[in-house]
């Protein structure tokens, strides 16, 4: 079964900063890896996503992730931080194939301070 | 553009009580899956439809039935209402195009059982 691991619960960052959000993966061959974005009592909003190809992806809000297949992982990041990017980040985890389930990762809480 | 829609946003329950959760997916959407979150917990896979015949199933208690009607929307049924069943439930949909699935999340019914 594929599972999803972000070492970090809470990261704190100035306004103006460079942002990363580590994600690893456990599973036997490529999954489909997603990020999504949650604000405080909200829903899940897709920040990005990769199936295959370019290991480089852009999503919205100016973020980007990069899928390592030697480090299995699909770190996200931002190169300069808004007040309004703090909100709590999932990566996940789907098998490719019909209608996967996802696997979240137990989520980062991004604090921004001005 | 259009997104996933869930009604009721909140419920409020007392235990021992059923509930029921609506979901209608983005239109042209085929499958329908639902998460459960805990409070400050990562979503939690449920059980998912694609065209109408259940796909897959998670941890759903054998309280909760769901299904998925021809018009594509989705209900979740939950009986005996514990305490522990508070929580925030998402509906997600995807349209399946050759396995390359990417899932919508709606806003979430949040269920408060008193």
């Known amino acids: 079964a594929q599972s999803v691991t972000q070492p970090d619960i809470h990261i704190t960052v100035s306004e103006g900063a460079s942002l990363e959000l580590r994600c690893n993966y456990s599973?036997?061959?490529?999954?489909?890896l997603f990020w999504y974005v949650q604000s405080p009592g909200q829903g899940l909003q897709l920040l990005l996503k990769?199936?295959?190809?370019?290991?480089l992806v852009q999503g919205i809000k100016g973020f980007e992730a990069e899928f390592k297949r030697s480090q299995s992982s699909f770190n996200l990041r931002k190169p300069s931080v808004h007040w309004s990017d703090a909100a709590e980040y999932f990566c996940?985890?789907?098998?490719?194939?019909?209608?996967?389930?996802?696997?979240f990762g137990t989520g980062t809480r991004l604090q921004v301070t001005l | 553009a259009a997104g996933v829609i869930q009604s009721p946003r909140h419920l409020i329950k007392e235990k021992r009580e059923t509930a029921t959760l609506k979901c209608y997916p983005i239109?042209?959407?085929?499958?329908v899956y639902w998460y459960q979150q805990g409070p400050g917990q990562d979503p939690q896979f449920l059980i998912s439809?694609?065209?109408?015949?259940?796909?897959d199933k998670g941890s759903i208690p054998d309280r909760f039935s769901a299904q998925q009607f021809s018009d594509y929307h989705s209900e979740l049924n939950m009986s005996s209402l514990e305490l522990g069943d508070s929580a925030l439930y998402f509906c997600?949909?995807?349209?399946?195009?050759?396995?390359?699935?990417?899932?919508?999340f709606g806003p979430g019914t949040r269920l408060l059982v008193l």
């Open positions: 599973y036997g061959a490529t999954p489909y």
């Open positions: 996940a985890v789907g098998v490719p194939g019909t209608a996967s389930k996802l696997t």
């Open positions: 439809f694609y065209e109408k015949m259940q796909s």
């Open positions: 990769y199936f295959s190809g370019d290991t």
């Open positions: 239109p042209r959407h085929d499958t």
């Open positions: 997600a949909s995807s349209q399946t195009q050759g396995a390359r699935e990417t899932q919508y």
